[in-house]
């Protein structure tokens, strides 16, 4: 055991998974026109462990596994917290922007599923710590990738799981035999499931008493009878020209419906289980950790937003108008406020229980929706700096065609010596970024990914204490309670 | 004479234009998998002149040439603009929020040869009204379809024709014959070129006397020798689904970069050549019918990207909501103001010479520049509306798999009976407007087409009289000059 | 009978009316140096009729009482409303953009009372129109000056009248005599209440069947005994000096806690009691009249914003720099947007029972949102563009100064040959309209008069017909019901 | 020597010095009505340091001259910065959001001058750095009041020094003698010069070669001869009831027109003369360090805009009304951001030279825009929050009425057992941060002090290393050059 490289992590994935796409099964994802680039992609995470550039960064010694991945050093402190980020947002420049996530998310839940457990067995005298160390030593000597399904399909969101018009629009129980649980329902938006080796099953939300059934959590191998992982076929008609689409012609991430048609789970499998006071905390604190997660793997996004939107005012002759420098600057303040908040919330970590260190957490959600609320401006700023042919040039076809290559080379030269290749190879940069699937894709993760505008809103005014503030303002104002 | 049909029109492209998509000479425009979408496309504006719901509105009875298109109707008065204004938006609402562009553009720089062609006449003695009379007769007696070419590639944005590293990165006159002019460079931008059948070129900016050989305007047929279309392959990867991209998969517009390589321009087609004071106004009152023409067409988008997220909201259970109520508010406000500016800006109109009647310049650019600045806010209030399935749904294939297609019609259910197809119909809809490539496109022509959000700023800046407004800050203040 | 001279109108005041300003009963506001400000501001409204150069504007002929105030003119058409908003906005510019409001928002209260009475007299067989229509024909005849109490004290305010501390926090009916009614409680925001001839009281918001008594709407005379007005001493502490204070040294409006100690109000006066359905109608009648009068008012203020910008800039030397015009030009659109909406909404007028023309509400609350939502940005523009000397300058003592006048002459001055008291006089400008408690004063009325920013948010809501467009999304995405 | 105490602060300002207020010669400054308040206000500095909960924070042991204050510790790692930061920020709660400056710029300055002396005297052969060592000595050992007077009075804003119309609108020397420099010219905006003890004077841009006689720095003492304090009435209106202004009728900052008549500067208090070349560098390095004084001494600014938002929120009754949870968590997101930028501008300091410690620059602005561009909404929320009586509420005296302070206590209270006087107090505190001449006050402080938004931005583009931002993008566009 140990640290797996990138062909035995490739070679774990063919394992049987019921995996479809565009309403057909797929036999092997990692040959998969498709599917097989967000496998590649995917194996950065290992790669990285390999590359001696990265190998520091990317693992830590742990006393009884020898060499393991980062991602599952449960931190302590704030320094564990800065390296932790640095790996992210290392692994998604490599990504292109793109976050690898296969051991991130995983490690973010099981940070989580330690605290509630732990909190669960005290308060309810279940023994649900033990399952999640094991489970979380298991993952880690194996160097497995982890994906997470957290949210449920939710029908009519204005209701909870009982009021809804199927009893299955929220996971849930429906069956205990002496191996384990039976669960029917399904979940949404889960990112990684097709190229991963376990999936963790979260609740969403706060749950009544009433919703018990509802209040469950648990780990399942991708192959597991009754799973049914349908991948979205969003950004399927990429063509795969590096030169037209330099992102997403090798980085992709493919999101799931996950089905669960009556699923087995082994009892050891199980980490909640009816408990259903403590869905709302199990939810909320994987998403503490997951936000800081999120923050740190934007920061290679809002980089490049930054520097094509630089290098193709560079290109074009524009670097110096006022206007430009004035997006350029904002640009500049959206990244670099991006990436203090991020640090901060490291530096400001509160130690809780089993001392695991959680990021600040109002920091975290500050960041988020510093993030999230000013990414279309992001977006406009980039589109209007890098000008119209985002959408009206020619392509790579094009310029290597013998009859009119000529004219695009010479036409589509900017400043200086910059010719046409130089200047669209930079403007599809800004195109996949901004105009394409691809940044339709990241405009919506940035809105709803890790939880939405509205959540990190909640959650910024939650963790703030109001009492001292008010006091000031009776202080000031002469009143006395 | 007089109207053609739609067909009359496709077989009208078939005249050996030389046409080039991804590398390759088209032969057929019509019958071209993706280019052929947009000849349907642009056949909008001869269906609507045969339909009677619309006949009325899109068709004038002319002195000499009997029912003709109201769009070579020049505009005398307020009303006149109303109804190009109404049949410019009702043409873009067949036409799914893409606007039509091949009789819209066409005219709007005919209307601006009008008036330009008759003061440079006026002050520099030459002929050019009467060239550009015939030429506009000519037209809408053969009911044509006009493109207009008028960005040039410009090479170092910040210089002038004649500082450039190749002088032919603005189009300019190479020669005169006894026939014409000889014309090289190349226009960027140049939409629905490929399917019209005349294209009219025009200045891009104003010049001075040095860059006399770039003060040019005229008119070509596309399948000039020497004339080059090179089509973008934006958008060239959507898949043919009516169920996944509700729009693209009907509806698409095409711009080129159109290359004049020694282009001969018989005289009579020549409306400007040399006379260097006249490119600024002429580009400018173009783009003064023009930004009128965008205001008008730009409706049916915020129209619906308020419908869409209404809609979705229904679906998802969450219009009660306070947030979505709030940004449904904010959709609101910017549809409805926009449409109320388009309407002032025909009402207060001025009457130019020749009884041309003019938008209110003012009005229309704080149109514009408010549809404009605020369409990447309206995008991402549609995606935090709609959910994060906007990226991560299962597609139509699923849904009709026996396999599959039963999960994801009840799993992705909303409030009530809305099913699952119902649900991704909807979701669809705002997938389309704001995360494929041609939510993409929508973006990008926000802020660049008919000028750029730049550019609108300085021409609301240029059409305020300050004068005016000081004057009343010097009456209270106390001021005496 | 007929139109009343200022003095006639100032006259009428000292009718033994119980004023209070800090603390102590004022005898005669017409005499008293803050009050007496307000009571000559008001004044424009009647000099107007006498001032030949807007006596045209500011009378109609009327049937029975010959030439009237333009104010008791109901509208019954578009051009109507434009007159009306005309003067409202001349009347302001004479008031250096404070309105003058005592026949603005009487006559919208008496429109509205008009429309509602009507309704409850349909509806519950009452007789409230004759009296609203005689109480009307009193106040043109007499050319009154009215003021409208409507804000109740509200108590908690997530509670309705009933829940209350005290049953008082709303005004409500306490008892009954064959003379009249008898009423308690409080309204806060009384404008010009002080300085009016009559007071018209109405409910605040929608009430509930247990909140009968609360459903009341009357007029009083400011000198019925039981009724207190308590001027807020806001503003108190400006200095009389023209130079440094141009518009609140001249220019005032004063509101009161209007206290309602057991008032008795003579049947003819009572125009709602007890029929708690009409409450909210007429509330918001009222408002729809009123925030066509704000809208209007608004123009003198927002273009003053604007030239006193232009003008210190233009003293300052900054006119031409980029980030200057960036900023004016935003000023333009905020006020020139503005301008169009106020327009539109008279042009797209209603006309709704006994032929009285309603602006178009949803227009008017967009135009209402639009000022107030981006009001404290066009401040921080003006205060961005004249500079720190705002708050840091030398007074016009100190220009008068012997000892140090030279100085301050010398050292403020600008470009060119404008002189430190010029520059003076045009940073006081923007100094009144941003930085002093008349400033305050502007901006916390922009938020909150004539309802609040929710309150036109959830108009414009209310205005607007979802089905339309949920229609057209629909038949895009193909779905049927 | 040593630290001082306030009593011997005030009495070292009767010393002669010739400060003017509204036309007429001061004097003695601590016993003037208006600007005696700023001299108690000022007096906070010292009396933290005689305070023993205040003490630790505000002084530190030097080796020479004992306990000082710690303004005088230069910096010399990211702790020194936090405990400086904190330092500014305690005392600024202590004068209820306004700074106390006259120890905080002065160090500022004599940071910068540190720097600069020494690089010039290696450039340029001089001898500067031991005359600013021996006046900072003195300065600390006597433990002194310092302000700094920068911003020339600049006439044509779009000229430098030589291109005026008067040579006088910038500082310059206009002659030299054995005993030192003779200066003429006006500086404005100078805070705290007319209760400090010495005003030291710095250039306030890039100057070129013919500016040569600008290039100036040095310090005087404010009763030197030929100075002249002009001092602003701004805000001189205010009424002295704590009730109604809890904060301006305690707390003040004056700010001068400071006059240079012919003023003889000793040659020891001579920091730069014709160096020109350093004076863009000095303006810079001065500005560097006193912008984090700025954000430090923002933050009691921010949090009480804040907490009286809450507290009113609460008051009546609105707390959970969820647009105004929407605005108090933007609220707080705008505080808790600059906190964290604060902080993470200490944390990531940069040694210079001398091993003095310089707050990170880009951070530092970043922090200071984000104030800054933020302000004027956060005054618009808390307005909105607060409600319309901010500006027509009864006052202090109302409430103290006998005859009418029932009516006041009764019919303003707010939810539960909040009485009048209660809702009052906390409505003056938003009143006095956002619609007095105090909230005017500060927030044309928020913009133009310490650098205009303008200035932050550019520092923000000129901080940032563009080239590193694009080489990712040229990477991942696969451009090689």
């Given amino acids: 055991m140990g640290l797996r490289s990138p062909e035995e992590y490739k070679a774990s994935l063919r394992d049987g998974r019921a995996v479809y796409y565009r309403g057909e099964r797929v036999e092997d994802v990692t040959s998969h026109p498709h599917l097989g680039i967000a496998v590649d992609h995917a194996a950065i995470d290992y790669r990285v462990a390999e590359d001696p550039s990265y190998r520091e960064l990317a693992t830590v010694a742990d006393q009884s596994d020898g ?6 050093h449960i931190p302590r402190n704030a320094d564990d917290l800065i390296k932790r980020s640095r790996l992210i947002e290392t692994t998604t420049r490599l990504g292109h922007t793109l976050v690898i996530l296969i051991k991130e998310i995983g490690t973010d839940a099981l940070f989580a599923l330690h605290l509630i457990a732990k909190q669960t067995d005290e308060k309810f005298g279940t023994a649900y710590f033990d399952r999640v160390r094991k489970f979380f030593e298991y993952c880690h000597a194996n160097d497995l990738a982890v994906a997470v399904a957290q949210t449920d399909v ?3 969101r204005s209701l909870g799981p009982t009021g809804q018009q199927h009893p299955d629009y929220y996971v849930h129980v429906v069956g205990e035999t002496s191996e384990g649980i039976v669960v029917r329902g399904a979940k949404v938006h889960t990112s990684v499931s097709i190229n991963s080796n376990e999936i963790i ?5 706060n749950l009544t008493e009433q919703d018990r059934d509802y209040a469950v959590a648990f780990a399942v191998s991708p192959n597991t009878p009754g799973l049914k992982l349908i991948a979205s076929p969003y950004a399927e008609g990429v063509v795969k020209s590096e030169f037209d689409y330099p992102i997403s012609s090798r980085h992709k991430m493919i999101e799931t419906l996950t089905v669960f048609d009556d699923v087995l789970v082994p009892w050891d499998r199980v980490f909640l289980r009816g408990e259903w006071q403590m869905a709302g905390p199990l939810a909320k604190t994987f998403v503490e950790f997951h ?18 939107s630089e290098l193709i005012a560079d290109y074009n002759g524009t670097e110096r108008a006022s206007h430009i420098r004035d997006k350029i600057t904002w640009l500049v303040s959206y990244a670099e406020t991006l990436r203090a908040l991020v640090k901060m919330a490291a530096i400001e970590c509160k130690i809780a229980d089993l001392d695991i260190a959680i990021p600040n957490t109002l920091t975290v959600n500050m960041a988020k929706w510093h993030f999230a609320k000013n990414y279309h401006q ?9 000008g119209g042919l985002l959408v009206t040039a020619p392509g790579g076809d094009d310029l290597q065609s013998k009859e009119i290559g000529g004219y695009v080379r010479k036409y589509l030269g900017g400043r200086g010596d910059v010719d046409g290749e130089k200047r669209l190879r930079a403007m599809n940069l800004v195109k996949e970024l901004t105009t ?5 894709y990241q405009a919506v993760l940035a809105i709803h990914a890790e939880g939405s505008i509205e959540a990190e809103k909640m959650a910024t005014l939650r963790e703030h204490d109001a009492t001292k503030f008010k006091a000031y303002a009776k202080e000031i104002a002469g009143i006395r309670d």
Same sequence: chains 1, 2, 3, 4.
């Avoid at 099953?201 to 939300?205: A, D, G, I």
């Fill in 291 to 308: 936000r800081f997660t999120a923050i740190s793997y934007k920061l290679p996004l809002v980089d490049l937003l930054l520097g094509s």
């Fill in 436 to 440: 394409t699937d691809f940044g339709g």
């Fill in 378 to 386: 992001a977006m406009a700023y980039a589109q209007d700096i890098a």
């Fill in 67 to 72: 060499l393991i991945s980062r991602y599952y």
């Fill in 201 to 205: 099953v979260l609740p969403t939300r």
């Fill in 154 to 156: 939710k029908g009519d």
